[in-house]
T-cell receptor
């Protein structure tokens, strides 16, 4: 069956360093991928997405890389700040019937040390 | 900005009670979702709806039902709450191949 997984449950970095959070997926039919950030006590917030016809997409301080050959997704955060401390989820989706239903990974906790 | 609101941030209920969790979105989204989130298990889909009065079971529908009478509102119902339904409940909405927008969550404690 399909699965979305994360290589590391916890990532600790120093303020100012770059962070890389990884995600593996197994469904080759997946064509839309999303990263979410969830701060303590809040719902997940959309960060960035990428479609399968791209291999890289950049936002403000964040970059998502997609490697369809090995079914791997990563989120890079440049110059990590204490406010980036949160749990990060990847999600993959593909069209099922009339809609795209996401499947979420279990999350990586990012801890930023000042 | 998309806004998804949930009726309560915290709820305490007793075993056997009927529990209603309400979710409202203001962006005319077709699709709405209910998840529960437990430590170590991530987000698990309970039910979703792709249109008014339409619903589909997710991965863990047992013990839950839903109602979508209006496009903007999606309700989750626990017919007879049990202690293993103590959890964080998250509502989300979206359109087609677009990201979901989540509400702030309802933390439910069943005693």
């Amino acid at each position: 069956g399909e699965s979305v997984g994360l290589h590391l449950p916890t990532l600790s970095v120093q303020e100012g360093d770059n962070s890389i959070i990884n995600c593996a997926y197994s469904n080759s039919a997946s064509d839309y991928f999303i990263w979410y950030k969830q701060e303590s006590g809040k719902g997940p917030q959309f960060i960035i997405d990428i479609r399968s016809n791209m291999d890289k997409r950049q936002g403000q301080r964040v970059t998502v890389l997609l490697n369809k050959t090995v079914k791997h997704l990563s989120l890079q955060i440049a110059a990590t700040q204490p406010g980036d401390s949160a749990v990060y989820f990847c999600a993959e989706s593909h069209r099922t019937g009339g809609s795209y239903i996401p499947t979420f990974g279990r999350g990586t906790s990012l801890i930023v040390h000042p | 900005d998309v806004k998804v609101t949930q009726s309560s941030r915290y709820l305490v209920k007793r075993t056997g009670e009927k529990v209603f969790l309400e979710c409202v979105q203001d962006m005319d989204h077709e699709n709405m979702f209910w998840y529960r989130q437990d430590p170590g298990l991530g987000l698990r889909l309970i039910y979703f709806s792709y249109d008014v009065k339409m619903k589909e079971k997710g991965d863990i529908p047992e013990g839950y039902s839903v109602s979508r009478e209006k496009k903007e509102r999606f309700s989750l119902i626990l017919e007879s709450a049990s202690t293993n339904q103590t959890s964080m409940y998250l509502c989300a909405s979206k359109d087609s191949a677009m990201p979901q927008y989540f509400g702030p969550g309802t933390r439910l404690l069943v005693l």
